[in-house]
């Protein structure tokens, strides 16, 4: 796009940089210093807020929700081996639909032991992206062989730009902006649990 | 080795006794020590008000004073990083061996058994200057193994005690015309330092730059408080 | 007296307070380095956040280039601003061909720096800021005084007067959970009717054409996935060159902001959703200059983690208003006077120099040998009292020639000893809450004379 702003500013970056830097780094890698991928993750996820729960197969996952949220009226997921009554995403034309969703159920793409963080991109979203922020409450469904160490190990693993959008989520919604009180629930998910699969 | 005593003029004026025990501190470890008469001040108080640019003269009178030393040693932190940063680069004197006492006695003199004797309890401030940016001991912030020349030699004194505190390097809020521009938080952050000590129990409150323990020293007379401070190198020629 | 001066004096009347926001902040400290601590990797790191952004900015334009190319060929559309006048109408422009009237906002300093919100105001737009703390400040009227915890100057009870007053919640009730549920409620309202979203930027990366937005609330997420329009504004030097840098970059950023290993959403934004028109306006505002300046071009590294904040025990014990600019702390010291000297001249003088904030930095800029580096360029440019300028200058003569500093220092000590009242009183600054140093009857320099170069040995 032209524009004579575009263009003077570029310039300026021209003149003004400095003539040299140093080179980038490569092969950036660090060793984790603890072992148990699945337990840090877990225990991580504690810390943040969320709640890990290992889980042999989709129908514990189907029996753990339904006894965790009984009272969830709005269930939105698309996960077809997950017997559970829901709204499939892809369902839905106006995000703005998603608003009265109590619980949604995304799959994760790959888990981050160290800081508890998922991958998830439109894919997982069945076509929304406000899916995981506007439910009420969030699960995620996360194959325990998709886990890896740290952030570095993460990025080699996931195209971040496969999709338009996608996300590291890492435990439910959370603000301590009132004299440093942490609470949970800010404007995403107020809780979420995350299912470690296998 | 020839010696060349640097004291901070503050020192010369107020604290004459901290010079003097550096001086035996320095003589009873075998060093030659000369004192240069017609020495003043780094030149700190100007170049951090902004006026660097103007500090020639009184750079100059440093670099004559202090021509043919072996070492330049000095008991304070901050004066020796505003020599080696802003006033020796200047003249590409690479003979002008400046050093702050502590890493003086640790690094060059490599002392191992200070004879002194101190039977108090003391707190230890952490002079910023010499800390950060001397390198004199590592620091809350960094993620790397601790150590401390001050306290090292500390640990050689007998019977002195040691108090734990709950900002081990946090600032006094001396620095420089700072106590005196920005008074209200300089002597806020000071009375907070000195009750971190006092709450410690500590009969005495040391360090190595005697700036900073006369910004508390006047807030503890003040309080009225029974604590006094003491250079470190007053406690290392302690008897 | 400086502003800031000024300023923390007033902060000062109530010790109290100022002890309860000197450890509010503190605390964050020392989560950081709890956070810190956990990752032996911690300082390499470092190290490598700093190289990066050293890298980036000498081959700034450069990838300024790549990454266009690859974010219009996504759909993202691309301004340039010159400056804060030109940001500001360009967003409103998209506003108003849109027609668009009910506007969410994220967590930007860069609006912030450009004044977005008043300009959006005086032509008829409301914005709403949805992050909880600029909410709540916004309300009140007030600037944020932390770039990560805008309201962290505020009590509980300050809050709850201010949701009171605007959204009717109990008298009286001070419960952070009641209070973040009360707004949590009236937001999602502004959420679902939004029709434009302005975010901010933490990372663009050059190499997918995309950018990375960093809550822990959700908020950039709920208004950007369900406005029709999405603006992300963001300064020229946030650019990283490739997406596997974000791996350094989010490891540090939340651990030395709030002590944990990452926000809670971390959003890569690479094209608009169907039917939704995503915006970036990237904006200079004096960046160039600082990226010209020798001395200072560092400073563009900050990813405005908020550590040096945490930190500084200055900033602890006067607060973010008494800098009088968006952003402020250590690293607001040393980008303000690029941007309005005049302005700010006094905040390279806000600062004992301690050098705890160069420490924290994760991207290792050295901001305390900045600031010392200001008050040169303050002074040179001439923005220094006549008064101070005297009195250094008297000083640099009394300490160039020896025997008028050791005149000066014999009459000073005299005076201490003989008319101390001289010397306590109320015009000395120093009296006010210390006691001056006994002035002893000879210096240094006289004892010496007497007792030789021998010393005494006891």
Redesign the interface.
């Known amino acids: 796009?032209e524009?004579k702003?575009?263009l003077?500013?570029?310039e300026?970056?021209?003149?003004?940089?400095?003539?040299?830097?140093?080179?980038?780094?490569e092969n950036?890698h660090?060793e984790p210093?603890f072992d148990d991928l699945a337990l840090k993750f877990a225990d991580?996820l504690g810390l943040?807020g969320g709640t890990a729960v290992f889980a042999p197969d989709f129908a514990f996952i189907a029996e753990d929700l339904r006894l965790v949220f009984p009272g969830a009226q709005q269930i939105v997921h698309g996960i077809a081996a997950l017997s559970l009554v829901g709204i499939h995403p892809e369902t839905i034309t106006d995000?703005?639909d998603l608003?009265l969703a109590d619980l949604a159920i995304l799959p994760g793409q790959l888990g981050?032991a160290?800081?508890?963080?998922i991958w998830l991109d439109e894919t997982n979203f069945g076509g929304?992206?406000?899916l995981?922020?506007?439910a009420q409450h969030l699960a995620i469904v996360l194959e325990r062989k998709n886990l890896v160490h740290?952030?570095?190990a993460?990025?080699?693993q996931v195209n971040?730009?496969a999709?338009?959008?996608?996300?590291?989520?890492?435990?439910?919604?959370?603000?301590?902006?009132?004299?440093?009180?942490m609470?949970i629930?800010?404007?995403?998910?107020r809780s979420l649990r995350v299912y470690l699969l296998g | 080795m020839k010696v060349g005593l640097f004291i901070p003029c503050y020192v010369d004026q107020f604290y004459p006794q901290v010079a003097i025990a550096v001086l035996e501190l320095l003589q009873a470890q075998g060093c030659e020590v000369g004192y240069p008469l017609d020495q003043t001040c780094c030149g700190q108080p100007m170049a951090n008000s902004g006026f660097a640019a103007i500090a020639g003269d009184c750079n100059a009178n440093f670099l004559r004073n202090f021509a043919g030393y072996d070492y330049i040693v000095t008991p304070s932190g901050s004066c020796a990083l505003h020599l080696k940063e802003h006033v020796l680069p200047h003249e590409a004197n690479s003979s002008y061996q400046v050093y702050e006492l502590c890493e003086f006695l640790t690094d060059v003199l490599q002392v191992s058994s200070i004879q002194a004797r101190f039977p108090h309890r003391v707190g230890f401030h952490n002079s910023c200057h010499g800390q950060r940016m001397m390198g004199l001991s590592s620091m809350s912030e960094r993620v790397l193994p601790a150590f401390s020349k001050p306290l090292s030699l500390l640990d050689q004194v007998a019977g002195l005690e040691i108090a734990t505190l709950d900002r081990s390097d946090e600032c006094c809020g001396f620095g420089g015309t700072f106590c005196v521009s920005e008074e209200a938080i300089s002597s806020k952050m000071g009375k907070d330092r000195v009750e971190d000590h006092r709450s410690k129990n500590v009969e005495y409150i040391t360090g190595g730059d005697m700036s900073c323990l006369m910004h508390m020293e006047g807030i503890l007379r003040r309080q009225k408080s029974p604590i006094k401070v003491i250079h470190i190198a007053e406690i290392l020629n302690a008897r | 007296m400086s502003k800031h001066a000024q300023a923390a004096d007033i902060f000062n009347l109530d010790e109290a307070r100022v002890d309860w926001h000197d450890e509010?902040l503190w605390?964050?400290r020392q989560k950081r380095d709890k956070a810190a601590w956990s990752?032996?990797?911690w300082e390499?790191?470092r190290n490598?956040a700093s190289?990066?952004k050293?890298?980036?900015?000498?081959?700034?334009?450069d990838y300024?280039?790549v990454f266009e190319k690859k974010a219009?060929a996504?759909g993202i559309?691309?301004?340039?601003?010159?400056d804060a006048q030109?940001h500001n109408q360009i967003v409103l422009d998209i506003l108003r061909q849109n027609d668009l009237h009910r506007i969410v906002k994220s967590k930007s300093m860069l609006t912030e720096e450009c004044h977005l919100n008043p300009f959006l105001e005086k032509n008829g737009i409301e914005v709403i800021d949805?992050?909880?703390?600029e909410r709540?400040v916004q309300m009140r009227d007030e600037p944020p005084s932390h770039i990560v915890?805008?309201?962290?100057h505020?009590?509980?009870e300050d809050?709850g007067i201010t949701f009171h007053q605007h959204l009717g919640t109990d008298e009286g009730a001070t419960d952070?959970?009641y209070?973040?549920?009360a707004a949590?409620q009236h937001?999602?309202e502004k959420?679902?009717q939004a029709e434009a979203a302005i975010t901010g930027v933490n990372f663009a990366?050059a190499e997918?054409?995309?950018f990375v937005v960093c809550t822990?609330?959700?908020?950039a997420?709920?208004g950007?996935?369900?406005a029709k329009i999405h603006i992300a504004c963001m300064g020229?030097e946030k650019i990283i060159?490739?997406?596997?840098?974000?791996?350094?970059f989010?490891?540090l950023l939340a651990r030395s902001a709030?002590g944990?290993?990452?926000?809670?959403?971390?959003?890569?934004?690479?094209?608009?959703?169907e039917g939704q028109q995503m915006h970036l306006v990237?904006v200079?505002n004096g960046r160039?200059?600082q990226?010209?300046r020798?001395d200072f071009?560092n400073s563009l590294k900050c990813i405005r983690c908020g550590a040096c904040f945490n930190t500084c025990p200055v900033y602890r014990r006067s607060g973010g208003h008494s800098y009088h600019t968006a952003v402020g702390g250590p690293i607001g010291i040393i980008l303000a006077p690029n941007i309005d000297m005049k302005a700010n001249a006094d905040l390279p003088f806000a600062s004992t120099l301690c050098g705890s904030c160069t420490n924290v930095c994760p991207v290792k800029i050295d901001i305390h040998d900045q600031i010392w580096k200001w008050r040169q360029v303050v002074v040179a440019e001439g923005y220094v009292e006549t008064g101070k300028k005297k009195g250094i200058q008297l000083m640099n003569y009394v300490l160039s020639h020896p025997k008028v500093y050791r005149l000066m220092g014999k009459i000073g000590r005299r005076v201490l000893r003989l008319a101390p009242f001289l010397a306590n009183n109320g015009l000395n600054p120093w009296y006010k809450h210390r006691e001056m140093p006994t002035a002893p009857a000879e210096s240094f320099r006289e004892w010496y004379l007497k007792n030789g170069a021998h010393g005494i040995k006891k």
């Open positions: 796009m524009s702003s575009r003077q500013i570029l300026k970056i021209r003149q003004n940089r400095p003539s040299e830097g140093p080179a980038l780094p950036i660090f210093n991580t943040i995000p703005h608003a981050v160290e800081s508890a963080a929304h992206r406000v995981p922020f506007i740290n952030l570095h993460a990025y080699a971040a730009a999709t338009g959008f996608g996300l590291w989520l890492a435990g439910p919604s959370k603000t301590a902006d009132i004299e440093q009180a609470v629930g800010a404007h995403g998910a | 509010s605390f964050m990752l032996p990797e390499a790191l490598l190289t990066i050293d890298h980036s900015l000498a081959h700034l334009d300024w280039l219009e996504n559309q691309i301004h340039w601003a010159a030109e949805t992050d909880l703390g709540i915890m805008p309201a962290i505020l009590k509980r809050v952070p959970q209070l973040t549920e949590r937001l999602r959420f679902i990366i997918t054409g995309g822990n609330e959700g908020n997420d709920m950007a996935h369900l020229l060159p490739k997406m596997a840098h974000l791996g350094v989010l490891r709030t944990q290993p990452i926000t809670t959403y971390s959003s890569h934004f690479h094209a608009p959703r990237i200079d160039t200059t990226l010209g020798a071009r």
